[in-house]
Protein backbone atom coordinates (compact mmCIF):
# COMPACT_ATOMS: atom_id res chain seq x y z
CA UNK A 1 0.00 0.00 0.00
CA UNK A 2 1.32 3.29 -0.94
CA UNK A 3 2.52 5.58 1.21
CA UNK A 4 0.35 8.95 2.12
CA UNK A 5 1.92 12.22 1.38
CA UNK A 6 1.90 13.18 4.85
CA UNK A 7 3.51 9.97 5.61
CA UNK A 8 6.29 10.42 2.65
CA UNK A 9 6.50 13.94 4.43
CA UNK A 10 6.84 12.73 7.91
CA UNK A 11 9.24 10.02 7.31
CA UNK A 12 11.16 12.70 4.77
CA UNK A 13 11.47 15.13 7.47
CA UNK A 14 13.09 12.54 10.36
CA UNK A 15 15.64 11.26 7.87
CA UNK A 16 16.78 14.67 7.38
CA UNK A 17 16.56 15.61 11.63
CA UNK A 18 18.68 12.00 11.90
CA UNK A 19 21.52 12.88 9.56
CA UNK A 20 21.79 16.54 10.70
CA UNK A 21 21.70 15.56 14.37
CA UNK A 22 24.05 13.07 13.64
CA UNK A 23 26.47 15.25 11.17
CA UNK A 24 25.91 18.89 13.49
CA UNK A 25 25.00 18.20 16.61
CA UNK A 26 21.05 19.22 17.98
CA UNK A 27 22.01 22.63 19.18
CA UNK A 28 23.78 23.57 15.61
CA UNK A 29 20.90 22.01 13.77
CA UNK A 30 18.04 24.61 13.31
CA UNK A 31 14.45 23.89 12.18
CA UNK A 32 14.79 26.11 8.52
CA UNK A 33 17.71 23.21 8.35
CA UNK A 34 15.75 20.65 8.68
CA UNK A 35 13.60 22.32 6.20
CA UNK A 36 15.68 22.52 3.66
CA UNK A 37 17.37 19.23 3.46
CA UNK A 38 13.99 17.73 3.63
CA UNK A 39 12.14 19.86 1.25
CA UNK A 40 9.07 19.83 3.70
CA UNK A 41 7.96 22.93 4.70
CA UNK A 42 8.15 24.62 8.38
CA UNK A 43 4.73 25.22 8.79
CA UNK A 44 3.77 21.25 7.34
CA UNK A 45 6.96 19.94 10.52
CA UNK A 46 5.28 21.76 12.74
CA UNK A 47 2.03 20.14 11.98
CA UNK A 48 3.48 16.90 13.17
CA UNK A 49 6.17 17.96 15.82
CA UNK A 50 5.10 20.40 18.34
CA UNK A 51 8.93 21.56 18.58
CA UNK A 52 12.12 20.72 18.38
CA UNK A 53 12.64 18.42 21.44
CA UNK A 54 9.62 16.47 20.12
CA UNK A 55 10.92 15.83 16.39
CA UNK A 56 14.71 14.85 18.38
CA UNK A 57 12.83 12.24 20.65
CA UNK A 58 11.10 10.71 17.42
CA UNK A 59 14.34 10.75 15.84
CA UNK A 60 16.06 9.25 19.02
CA UNK A 61 13.70 6.82 19.26
CA UNK A 62 13.67 5.43 15.75
CA UNK A 63 17.50 5.27 15.44
CA UNK A 64 17.50 3.13 18.82
CA UNK A 65 14.68 0.60 17.07
CA UNK A 66 12.95 0.78 20.12
CA UNK A 67 9.24 1.19 18.75
CA UNK A 68 9.35 -1.66 16.28
CA UNK A 69 11.10 -4.51 19.33
CA UNK A 70 10.07 -8.21 19.00
CA UNK A 71 7.70 -9.77 21.51
CA UNK A 72 10.69 -12.54 21.80
CA UNK A 73 8.60 -15.06 22.95
CA UNK A 74 9.11 -18.14 21.00
CA UNK A 75 8.35 -20.79 24.01
CA UNK A 76 11.94 -21.26 24.72
CA UNK A 77 13.16 -18.88 28.08
CA UNK A 78 17.53 -19.48 27.31
CA UNK A 79 16.98 -18.73 23.45
CA UNK A 80 14.18 -15.88 24.03
CA UNK A 81 17.03 -14.38 26.61
CA UNK A 82 19.63 -14.53 24.49
CA UNK A 83 17.81 -13.18 21.69
CA UNK A 84 16.39 -9.96 23.62
CA UNK A 85 20.09 -9.17 25.16
CA UNK A 86 22.15 -9.87 21.00
CA UNK A 87 19.29 -7.66 19.55
CA UNK A 88 19.65 -4.80 17.41
CA UNK A 89 17.56 -2.97 15.28
CA UNK A 90 19.37 -3.78 12.19
CA UNK A 91 22.97 -2.17 10.79
CA UNK A 92 21.30 1.05 9.55
CA UNK A 93 19.89 1.80 13.24
CA UNK A 94 23.39 0.96 14.88
CA UNK A 95 25.59 3.19 12.82
CA UNK A 96 22.83 5.93 12.99
CA UNK A 97 22.36 5.29 16.51
CA UNK A 98 26.28 5.66 17.68
CA UNK A 99 26.64 8.73 15.35
CA UNK A 100 23.59 10.31 17.30
CA UNK A 101 24.25 9.36 21.04
CA UNK A 102 26.91 11.79 21.84
CA UNK A 103 24.73 14.22 21.00
CA UNK A 104 21.59 13.57 22.59
CA UNK A 105 23.83 12.57 25.76
CA UNK A 106 24.98 15.93 25.58
CA UNK A 107 21.42 17.87 24.78
CA UNK A 108 20.02 15.55 27.61
CA UNK A 109 22.34 17.20 30.06
CA UNK A 110 21.90 20.75 29.20
CA UNK A 111 17.82 20.08 28.89
CA UNK A 112 17.13 17.77 31.81
CA UNK A 113 13.09 17.39 31.05
CA UNK A 114 14.21 16.29 27.52
CA UNK A 115 16.77 13.86 29.48
CA UNK A 116 13.73 12.66 31.78
CA UNK A 117 11.58 12.49 29.07
CA UNK A 118 14.18 9.99 27.06
CA UNK A 119 15.03 7.68 29.96
CA UNK A 120 11.24 7.43 30.21
CA UNK A 121 10.64 6.64 26.39
CA UNK A 122 13.31 4.66 25.70
CA UNK A 123 14.38 2.27 28.41
CA UNK A 124 10.69 1.67 29.01
CA UNK A 125 10.13 -0.80 26.26
CA UNK A 126 13.01 -3.05 26.79
CA UNK A 127 12.44 -3.29 30.22
CA UNK A 128 8.51 -4.06 29.50
CA UNK A 129 9.92 -7.06 26.82
CA UNK A 130 12.22 -8.43 29.65
CA UNK A 131 9.67 -8.29 32.73
CA UNK A 132 7.12 -9.93 30.44
CA UNK A 133 9.71 -12.48 29.50
CA UNK A 134 10.77 -13.08 33.29
CA UNK A 135 7.64 -13.17 34.40
CA UNK A 136 6.11 -15.82 31.61
CA UNK A 137 9.79 -17.83 32.95
CA UNK A 138 8.31 -18.00 36.41
CA UNK A 139 4.88 -18.75 35.62
CA UNK A 140 6.21 -21.65 33.11
CA UNK A 141 7.85 -22.77 36.05
CA UNK A 142 11.49 -22.32 34.59
CA UNK A 143 12.86 -19.61 37.01
CA UNK A 144 12.74 -19.80 40.50
CA UNK A 145 9.37 -18.08 42.08
CA UNK A 146 10.96 -15.89 44.67
CA UNK A 147 12.72 -14.00 41.89
CA UNK A 148 13.09 -10.14 42.36
CA UNK A 149 12.47 -9.03 38.84
CA UNK A 150 13.69 -4.95 39.68
CA UNK A 151 17.03 -6.52 40.26
CA UNK A 152 16.98 -9.81 37.76
CA UNK A 153 16.51 -6.41 34.98
CA UNK A 154 19.12 -4.37 36.18
CA UNK A 155 21.15 -7.34 36.19
CA UNK A 156 20.15 -8.12 32.50
CA UNK A 157 20.57 -4.83 31.33
CA UNK A 158 23.92 -3.54 33.35
CA UNK A 159 26.00 -5.80 31.36
CA UNK A 160 24.43 -4.62 28.50
CA UNK A 161 24.33 -0.67 28.74
CA UNK A 162 28.14 -1.12 29.70
CA UNK A 163 29.04 -2.88 26.83
CA UNK A 164 27.71 -0.25 24.40
CA UNK A 165 29.52 2.90 27.15
CA UNK A 166 32.55 0.98 27.00
CA UNK A 167 33.45 0.37 23.42
CA UNK A 168 36.39 1.36 21.62
CA UNK A 169 37.56 1.64 25.26
CA UNK A 170 37.27 -1.74 27.17
CA UNK A 171 39.33 -4.29 25.02
CA UNK A 172 38.66 -7.29 27.19
CA UNK A 173 35.06 -7.44 26.71
CA UNK A 174 34.12 -11.10 25.03
CA UNK A 175 32.23 -10.65 21.86
CA UNK A 176 29.84 -13.38 23.01
CA UNK A 177 28.58 -10.93 26.07
CA UNK A 178 25.20 -11.69 25.42
CA UNK A 179 25.56 -15.43 25.59
CA UNK A 180 27.90 -15.58 29.32
CA UNK A 181 25.55 -13.14 30.46
CA UNK A 182 22.38 -15.12 29.57
CA UNK A 183 23.98 -18.52 30.92
CA UNK A 184 25.42 -16.72 33.94
CA UNK A 185 21.61 -15.68 34.62
CA UNK A 186 20.36 -18.80 34.25
CA UNK A 187 22.80 -20.64 36.49
CA UNK A 188 21.76 -18.91 39.27
CA UNK A 189 18.12 -18.33 38.87
CA UNK A 190 16.64 -20.95 36.64
CA UNK A 191 14.97 -24.06 37.82
CA UNK A 192 17.12 -27.13 37.36
CA UNK A 193 13.92 -29.77 35.71
CA UNK A 194 13.69 -32.97 37.57
CA UNK A 195 15.00 -35.38 34.80
CA UNK A 196 18.25 -33.09 34.35
CA UNK A 197 19.05 -33.09 38.15
CA UNK A 198 18.18 -37.26 38.44
CA UNK A 199 21.26 -37.31 35.38
CA UNK A 200 23.34 -35.57 37.15
CA UNK A 201 22.92 -37.41 40.20
CA UNK A 202 23.47 -40.67 38.71
CA UNK A 203 26.42 -39.27 36.79
CA UNK A 204 28.14 -38.55 40.05
CA UNK A 205 27.37 -41.84 41.88
CA UNK A 206 28.68 -43.66 38.76
CA UNK A 207 31.94 -41.61 39.33
CA UNK A 208 32.45 -41.97 42.90
CA UNK A 209 31.62 -46.06 42.52
Excluded at 12 to 26: H, K, N, Q, S
Excluded at 84 to 112: D, I, K, Q
Excluded at 172 to 179: G, I, K, N, Q, V
Aim: net charge positive.
Amino acid sequence: MPRTRSARAHQDVLDAAIELFAERGIDATSMDAISEVSGVSKATIYKHWADKDALCMEALIRAHGVDDLPPFNSGNLRKDLLAFLEYRAGPRHNETFLRLMPHFMGYAVRNPAFGRAWKARVMEPPRTRLRQLLERGIQNGELKSDLDIGVAIALLLGPMVYRFAAAGIATDLPEDLPRRVAEAFLRAHAIVKAAHAAKRIESAVRKSS
